[in-house]
């Protein structure tokens, strides 16, 4: 590939939420290794911060919000992201036009922003400087929006209460059912709709990006072409070949010794993803279920994850040492380097698109326990699509637990899922490498970068 000349500057723009965050800062490390210089501009919470890319030519701008964090736990997230873009558009006009000011010898050739900060669209436009939207979700919910962005919230909810609706089949997106498209657990149906509107608006933008691979997702990269009528880059999964230090909660690295005492492929690792949270019954479920399994296990339990708790102390006396005892608990994890380890055997997950590439990429089938959105078109993929996984469904009760971590790590029905897997990590390694997919999509997208 042709050299890129210096002083070539991206803007990128994430959601300063940890599953945002960690895609976008990768990515923003591969355009760098192909050149480009990179400006992270980010609020006042949930900030990345400069020394942890430990990579020159990432420069990190903070932009006051005129909409507070703190309003996020009464609004809900669809009502503050509304919100958010309403009242960010004039600070974000702001802050590109003191970067074209403060770096008039440098070139802003792009502005890649994530779907749900599209108040940047209209800076890009005002500016004259080309944008591209990147998305950290799958393809398959990418096409969900568009769909939701068509529908009438009433006359959907009516036509809903029809059995036969709910379980037809989306048009060209078999297996996924209408009674399936992401809508519960977000607030109300209409404002989920408006924002479906507004994400799948792509105002002026050149391209969408996607952290996805073409072997996962050929019929939903397909429809979307279609739906959105520009080109769509498949560039996943970002973090094999861009790995970038982002988390934003403390990992405690202890757990890789502990696995390191483990047989290989006995270990059910637990991680329920940076969000969610728990009541103390399903977690004393999920401890006797672990228990009972006699299977070693790493358990994440997030700090404020329970509720009305601020760690395990909820857990009785007595079970609390028996977990200690059988496995090993930690508030936070290296999550890919404990997926890569050669003892876990399985991965309990909430199903967020990160985790399940992260999963993939290493060849290790799932437990699935969707809680909302997203997460529960992930799990119907795991199980039902690629086969690598099992759905946890309805109240979590320690004989389910028992059962599906023994099924995933002791019974034969798990060890196919691992062969399937391992397939796919395989296919999902190709497509990173010269002459793949992944490959292919970033050196073509770069090439249009150059041109634009």
Known sequence: MEKIEAKRRIVLVPVPAQGHITPM???GKSLNLKGFLITVVQGLFNQVSSSSQQVSGFQFVTIQESFP???LERLGPIEFLIKLNKTSEANFKDCIAQLLLQQSNENIVCIIYDEFMYFCGVAAKEFKIPSVIFSTSSATNQVSRCVLSKLNAEKFLFDMKDPEVQDKVVENLHPLRY???PISGVGPLERL???CREISNKRTAFAVMINTVSCLESSSLTRLQQELGIPVYALGPLHITASATSSLLEEDRSCVEWLD???????IYISLGSIVKMETKELLEMAWGLLNSNQ????VIRPGSIVRSEWIESLPEEVSKMVIERGYIVKWAPQKEVLGHPAVGGFWSHCGWNSTLESIVEGVPM???PF???QKLNAMYIESVWRIGIQLEGEVERKGVERAVTRLIVDEEGAEMRERALGLKEKLNASVRKGGSSYNALDELIKNLKTE
């Open 372 to 374: 909302d959105g997203e």
């Open 179 to 181: 009674k399936d498209l």
């Open 69 to 71: 964090e703190s309003e």
């Open 25 to 27: 800062m990768q990515l």
């Open 296 to 299: 070693p296990f790493l358990w």
């Open 193 to 195: 709709l408006e924002l």
């Open 367 to 369: 437990i699935c326990r």
């Open 261 to 267: 005492k483990q047989k290989p492929r006995s270990v």
